[in-house]
């Protein structure tokens, strides 16, 4: 079974920058798609941002766009997101997430907590 960790989240002011990474381990298939995600209390999850493994066509939802800048290392099997200028919405917990072509996003990481503080 495919498994994802985490990690790089953390506290971090008004303005600043983190940069979140994603391990993947135990592939038996081909990924076709990672992706962020974020869902703070009471909320829904969020796709922030994705990438395709191969060709590295990427997304980005509206609020994070020229903020946000997801990339990958297909080597290392491990998807980044490069986060800058953050506010206190990016306040979050963050889950790494991957599909198969064809489904949705069946694995998904721990989660890891943004914090932005004013």
């Known amino acids: 079974q495919l498994q994802l960790v985490e990690s790089g989240g953390g506290s971090v002011q008004a303005g600043g920058s983190l940069r979140l990474s994603c391990a993947a381990s135990?592939?038996?298939?081909?990924?076709?798609?990672m992706g962020w995600f974020r869902q703070a209390p009471g909320n829904e999850r969020e796709l922030a941002a994705s990438i395709r493994w191969s060709g590295g066509d990427t997304y980005y939802t509206d609020s994070v766009k020229g903020r946000f800048a997801i990339s990958k290392d297909n080597a290392k099997n491990t998807v980044y997101l490069q986060m800058n200028s953050l506010t206190p919405e990016d306040t979050d917990v963050y889950y790494c997430a991957a599909r198969q072509s064809g489904r949705g996003y069946d694995y998904w990481g721990q989660g890891t907590q943004v914090t932005v503080s004013s």
């Open positions: 135990r592939l038996t298939f081909s990924l076709h798609t």
